[in-house]
């Protein structure tokens, strides 16, 4: 599926990944939903992953919550670049090490909901216009969504395809 250039293409395509990945992850045994994965990762379990979608949904949230209300933020929080952000998504899963794996289902599904409300009260230019809001920098805020929510979904089904194979 191309790229989203769209606010509906946007919705469609986190939509479809969202149900997909959710079907996935429903679809495993008791035992692979509890299982370490048999691969080495940095999220070693479904939980890790689930919680990892939430807590990205919940950075880009922020994000956007905090700059549309002309408090000027950064994505990543004080300390994270784009060039050493390894350590962040260490401390998501170490966040949820207490998480269930129901919990952190639960937790995707509404964090996606709330992204997916926050999509649906932008206009397609301002998500998809560059440098339309000027702390998007050089790209835009639809670039952003694409990465939290199709983009990312897609790299949990891989890590979740790969796991359910054994």
Request: charged share 25%.
């Amino acid at each position: 599926m191309p790229r989203p250039q769209s606010k509906q293409e946007l919705l469609d395509a986190g939509a479809a990944s969202h149900a997909t990945l959710l079907a996935l992850v429903r679809g495993l045994t008791p035992e692979q939903r509890e299982a370490t994965f048999g691969f080495e990762d940095r999220d070693r379990n479904v939980r890790d992953v689930l919680a990892h979608l939430h807590e990205w949904n919940l950075l880009l949230l922020a994000w956007v919550e905090r700059n549309m209300a002309g408090m000027p933020a950064d994505f990543l929080p004080a300390g994270y670049t784009w060039d050493s952000y390894e350590g962040l998504n260490v401390e998501m899963r170490d966040k949820h090490a207490g998480t269930s794996v129901e919990e952190a289902e639960a937790l995707y599904v509404d964090s996606w909901a709330r992204v997916r409300a926050m999509i649906e009260s932008l206009s397609d230019e301002e998500l998809f216009a560059k440098r339309h809001f000027d702390w998007t920098g050089t790209t835009s805020l639809g670039a952003y969504c694409v990465s939290v929510s199709s983009s990312h979904d897609a790299w949990a089904m891989e890590k979740l395809r790969l796991h359910a194979k054994g």
